[in-house]
């Protein structure tokens, strides 16, 4: 139970962390570690989504009140595909290809996750 206080707290700040960046600043302002902090902040929130939403479908399915620590490495590895996309797409190299790539790096890292824990 205090690990879902904990990614609740964490997905409020950095969803209010990027809210305030997104209107208050631009790129050129903040510099490079500016946007070391909006990647991370983003990242923080969308892990914080993930597992809220796979704490939920485990509830649903098997009636689990919490995950264990295989269940929580999946959703950091999941939680690197957004920013992986914008990362693309920040480049300007968004197609099929780009994509599929995105999704093949994310499969072999979720069957390290299941290979190794």
Do not use: C, D
């Not at 879902?4 to 208050?24: K, P």
């Not at 939403?53 to 950091?76: D, I, P, R, W």
């Not at 920013?83 to 300007?92: E, H, V």
């Amino acid at each position: 139970m205090k690990h879902n206080r904990l990614i609740t707290t964490t997905s409020i700040i950095g969803l209010a962390a990027l809210i305030l960046m997104l209107n208050v600043t631009s790129p050129t302002e903040v510099g490079p570690i500016g946007v070391l902090v909006f990647f991370t902040t983003l990242y923080v929130f969308t892990f914080s989504i993930i597992s809220l939403a796979m704490q939920v479908f485990f509830y649903l399915g098997t009636k689990k009140k919490s995950l264990n620590k295989k269940e929580y490495l999946y959703s950091a590895v999941l939680a690197f595909g957004p920013i992986m996309m914008l990362m693309a797409r920040s480049f300007g190299a968004i197609n099929v290809w780009t994509i599929a790539l995105i999704i093949l790096f994310l499969s072999l890292a979720e069957f390290l996750v299941y290979k190794r824990i």
